[in-house]
Each structure stands twice: as structure tokens, then as C-alpha cells.
């Protein structure tokens, strides 16, 4: 991933950092840094020399553990999600449209948080195990998926009184949406569709397709409580209730 | 003796396939001269190619040298993938009732056996081979586990993309080399 980025970086900050030299020459460099503002250019550019002498990093190398406890600054992560939305939103004709969208890019995320989230668990395990009952892959979601991606685990799980194949996940303070208010107009919209995304994938993953959606269920105490809606599919339900016997 | 693994997407695309030749020696062999010589001609397989013999001249028609870069004899090659294709109706019926990811020995076909590893996220590794050995293949499925995990985490890899990555197939071979 270090590699990708690297290269996928590259060009972009190579013309930016070209220029600017170029630009040293009629304005100081001061005037030049402020321009372009890249703080981080010249870290980039060591990067990338210490890169060209010695081997290149590969993926391949990169221990799996090493940021098993790190943690994403929230307000690093607040102003990328920011920027998803805004982008979404600018290619998008409606609100089921954007919930989508997000719900697609969630489940990318999903996908690899699943496969990741199994190997630091279970990756040194003398017999390493899948879930195949759908109640404990959805309290795994509920506590382990949760810490993993949000470093706490959701606040609750219901059991649809109406429809038997439909579960949900209750958080009362979604970290994602924290610092997003949602404009009157769009009060409909649930920005954590992408969380429904990452269920939705860790759910297919494990052989439970669903089809997973995002409500703003505000209550006194918590304005910003958001279910997160699974509806299995019946095939789903059939397998079930054979393992049931 | 040979091993050959591939790794299928959710959706059964292989993403990757290898063979692997081991040098060591081994336990039950049904012909001794499979451990020694690369042809397949006339390895045992031979049996099952006369029983296929109808896939196989069609096959051969079509694509006289197909694969022969990679494997010993181009003219086998399909007969495998078809075992290991033929092996994921069992992998799916038993992946459904077991909760292991390493199933072992799920399936038989002549003298291949097909072990298969199934990850969380529903990847299968199938793999061929002609002689017990649980452990090493349990480790070899370990460190193509850790190895596909590494690759999913890239960007720009999707279900569906093959692995082309040459370190990824050193790191297999290498492992391989080790265990199998």
C-alpha cells in the first residue's frame, strides 16, 4: 500500500514541487511555500529519493500487525469523510442515489476490514475458524467490526418484532457523522451509509448477503443516533434454519 | 511429485494459480516415476487422460502447447483446473456446515487430493496434491493467507483482479519450497 502511494503520489507532487523551484527564481521562497502550500513536500521528496537508491518498499514486507493499535486522528478522518461526502454528492441525483454511492465505498472498505480484522485474530491460531451462524457473526459486528473501525463497540442490537429477517445496529454517537448536521432539505439523508457499506461487506464476506441501509433514529438523549437496518436475504434465512437441527 | 494451487474470488474467477514441483521424497507413490520426471505423459496421470480422452484431443486441437511454460506438460493443464473446479461443489457444502478455514481433504480424484483453505472473506485456496501432508499444507495456506491479505489491502485491488504481483509469487513459491 506504501508503494501504491508512493507511486500514485508522485507525478502529482513532482510537477507541483518543479514549479515551484522554478518559481524561486522570480519570487522568494516564502511567497512560493505559501503558494502551493505543500508543507509536506519536502518529506515527500526524501521519501522518493531514499526510494531510488535503496530497494523499493513493497506491500509484501510490511508487517500486518504494526498498526493493529494505532488509531486515525478523528479530525483528519472528520475532514477526509467530509470531502467523500462533498465529492459524492456533487456526481449524485438524489439522496437514495448518495446513500449508495457511500453504502458502494463503505463496502470496499468492508471487504478489507473483514479479511484483516480475521488475520490479526485468528492468523496464529493452530485451527483458524469462519463464522457460519448468522447471531454470532452479527454480535462480531457488533463489538469486534466496531472497535476495529470505529474503537468502540456499537451500542446496541434489535431483533425486528415485525419482519424476521431483519436485524439492526444501534450507535448512539457514530464517530463518522459526529461533525457532519445534515442540511433541513435532506433530512432523509444517513451519511452513515458508508457503516451500512462496511456491515453490508463484512455480511457477504461471511456468506450472509444482505441488503444493509442507514436511519437517523434521533431520541431525546441522543440527537445523532443512527440505526443501521439489515435485511437478509431468504436465501439467508433457509440456511438457518437448517443448521437450526 | 507436483502440487498446484489456485485462488478463486468469491465469484469463482482464479485470481492465481501455481505449480509447484516438490523434491521431496514420496510416501505413497502409485508410480515412482511421477517423482522423477516432469512429463506428464507418463506420469499415472496418463490413466485419467485416456478416460478423458475425448476433452483432451478436442482440447489439444484447439491449443497444442497451452500453458507448457509454466507447467510440465501443456496438455494436462486443463484436466487439473477441472479437478479443482469440479472439487468447489464440495467446498461449498462443506464450508457451509464447518467453521475451519483449512478444510483438508476435501475431495479425491484419482491420485489428486484437493485440500482448500476458505478465508473470512470467501476466498478460496484450492489446492492439488498427491500425498498427505496437513501440516505443511496448513502452513503453506497460512502464509498465502497473510501474503492475499497484504494484497487486498491495496487500493487498487479488487475482487476480481488477478495477482500479478511477482513478489507475491516469490513470496508463494518461496513458502512452497518450505512446506509442501
Known amino acids: ?245 | 511429485m507436483s502440487h498446484h494451487l489456485f485462488l478463486l474470488s468469491p465469484s469463482d474467477t482464479p485470481l492465481y494459480e501455481l505449480t509447484h514441483f516438490s523434491s521431496r521424497p514420496v510416501q505413497n507413490v502409485s508410480s515412482p516415476l511421477a517423482s522423477n520426471l516432469p512429463s506428464w505423459s507418463t506420469s499415472a496421470f496418463a490413466g485419467t487422460l485416456t478416460a478423458l480422452s475425448g476433452a483432451s484431443s478436442a482440447n489439444q486441437q484447439y491449443n497444442p502447447q497451452g500453458g507448457s511454460a509454466r507447467i510440465g506438460g501443456g496438455k494436462d493443464r486443463h484436466v487439473i483446473q477441472m479437478v479443482a473446479n469440479a472439487s468447489l461443489d464440495v467446498i461449498e457444502d462443506v464450508m457451509r456446515k464447518e467453521n475451519l478455514m483449512y478444510l483438508k481433504s476435501v475431495d479425491k480424484f484419482n491420485e489428486w487430493t484437493v485440500s482448500a483453505f476458505v478465508t473470512p472473506g470467501n476466498m478460496k485456496f484450492v489446492l492439488l496434491h498427491e500425498a498427505r501432508n496437513d501440516e505443511g499444507i496448513k502452513s503453506f495456506f497460512m502464509d498465502v493467507w497473510e501474503l492475499y491479505v497484504k494484497t487486498m489491502l491495496n487500493p487498487f485491488h479488487t475482487a476480481h483482479t488477478p495477482i500479478r504481483s511477482a513478489i507475491f509469487d516469490a513470496r508463494v513459491r518461496a513458502s512452497a519450497k518450505k512446506y509442501l
Open chain 1, 1 to 245: 500500500m506504501a508503494y501504491a502511494q508512493a507511486q500514485s503520489q508522485h507525478p502529482r507532487f513532482s510537477v507541483l514541487s518543479t514549479a515551484s523551484l522554478g518559481s524561486i527564481e522570480h519570487l522568494s521562497p516564502a511567497a512560493s511555500a505559501t503558494r502551493f502550500s505543500l508543507p509536506s513536500a519536502p518529506s515527500i521528496n526524501t521519501a522518493l529519493a531514499g526510494g531510488k537508491t535503496g530497494t523499493r518498499p513493497n506491500i509484501y514486507d510490511r508487517n500486518l500487525n504494526k498498526t493493529r493499535t494505532t488509531e486515525v486522528s478523528a479530525s483528519a478522518f472528520a475532514f477526509l469523510f467530509s470531502e467523500v461526502v462533498q465529492y459524492t454528492q456533487k456526481r449524485v441525483s438524489g439522496i437514495a442515489d448518495l446513500e449508495r454511492r457511500l453504502n458502494t465505498l463503505g463496502y470496499r472498505v468492508g471487504t478489507r476490514v473483514l479479511e484483516l480484522m480475521v488475520w490479526r485474530a485468528e492468523g496464529t491460531s493452530k485451527a483458524p475458524k469462519r463464522e457460519i451462524r448468522f447471531l454470532p457473526a452479527l454480535m462480531s459486528i457488533h463489538t469486534q467490526v466496531w472497535k476495529s473501525v470505529f474503537g468502540k463497540p456499537a451500542d446496541a442490537i434489535e431483533k425486528s418484532v415485525e419482519n424476521s429477517d431483519e436485524y439492526m445496529i444501534i450507535d448512539n454517537d457514530p464517530p463518522i457523522t459526529r461533525h457532519i448536521s445534515v442540511p433541513r432539505d435532506m433530512s432523509q439523508l444517513s451519511c452513515s451509509s458508508f457503516s451500512a457499506g462496511i456491515v453490508e461487506a463484512v455480511l457477504d464476506g461471511l456468506g450472509f448477503p444482505a441488503r444493509v441501509t442507514a436511519h437517523n433514529t434521533p431520541n431525546d438523549q441522543y440527537p445523532n443516533r443512527t440505526t443501521i437496518l439489515i435485511k437478509l436475504e431468504q436465501s439467508v434465512m433457509d440456511r438457518e434454519e437448517a443448521l437450526k437441527t
